[in-house]
């Protein structure tokens, strides 16, 4: 069974720091595209970050490219996204989520955690 659960969400002053935990059973990353996604309120979801299946390559939301890292430990089965300069337009819950075939796709994931808020107060 695939299961995606995230951590590591919180309150935090603009300018600081977070770091997201999604870790991973049912499956293995070189499987698919794996992705942090989030969403503010009010607001539709989109995606922050991909680690793609075929070359490994990351992409960023533009709005957050310098600011976040996206990272994974695959003896740990477990995806991190480094958020630093946090700024209170980040405020969402996020998520991760993959997708076996293609790649990352707001609309079109396969499997999806339960989400972790992130709160960032100016």
């Known amino acids: 069974e695939v299961q995606l659960v995230e951590s590591g969400g919180g309150l935090v002053q603009a300018g600081g720091s977070l770091r997201l935990s999604c870790a991973a059973s049912?499956?293995?990353?070189?499987?698919?595209?794996i992705g942090w996604f989030r969403q503010a309120p009010g607001k539709e979801r989109e995606g922050v970050s991909c680690?793609?299946?075929?070359?490994?390559?990351?992409y960023y939301l533009d709005s957050v490219k310098g600011r976040f890292t996206s990272t994974s430990d695959n003896a740990k089965n477990t995806l991190y996204l480094q958020m630093d300069s946090l700024k209170p337009e980040d405020t969402a819950v996020y998520y991760c989520?993959?997708?076996?075939?293609?790649?990352?796709?707001?609309?079109?994931?396969?499997?999806w955690g339960k989400g972790t808020l992130v709160t960032v107060s100016s």
């Open positions: 680690i793609t299946s075929n070359d490994r390559s990351t």
């Open positions: 049912g499956f293995t990353f070189d499987d698919g595209a």
């Open positions: 989520a993959v997708k076996f075939w293609g790649g990352c796709d707001v609309d079109n994931m396969d499997y």
